[in-house]
């Protein structure tokens, strides 16, 4: 079994910066991909950023220049630094991760999600 537990959302300031945090648990064998998406209110889960054990990122148009998404491989964490943070940015983040649990058998997983609200 496998858990993502998230860390560090709530409420920020427009033009604040926050870091979520997430760190996975469990029977891993080897992460393939780590990262987060994110959900607003009435709209679909989306992509926010997300880091494969080749160092490769991914980030969404919509963050790109205002995060940064790093690996602490060692303890399989995970962290999120967002800054210049605007309204639509509000939503609750997911940690995801697709990871070996054994030497032949991955999967996808996800973390049970944390608020993040920017207002003023």
């Known amino acids: 079994q496998v858990q993502l537990v998230e860390s560090g959302g709530g409420l920020v300031q427009p033009g604040g910066s926050l870091t979520l945090s997430c760190a996975a648990s469990?029977?891993?064998?080897?992460?393939?991909?780590m990262g987060w998406y994110r959900q607003a209110p009435g709209k679909e889960r989306e992509l926010v950023a997300t880091?494969?054990?080749?160092?490769?990122?991914n980030y969404a148009d919509s963050v790109m220049g205002r995060a940064t998404i790093s690996r602490d491989n060692a303890n399989n964490a995970v962290h999120l630094r967002m800054n210049s943070l605007k309204p639509e940015d509000t939503a609750v983040y997911y940690c995801y991760a697709r990871l070996y649990s054994s030497h032949s058998e991955w999967a996808d997983y996800w973390g049970q999600g944390t608020q993040v609200t920017v207002s003023s």
């Open positions: 469990g029977s891993i064998f080897a992460i393939i991909d």
């Open positions: 880091r494969n054990s080749g160092g490769g990122t």
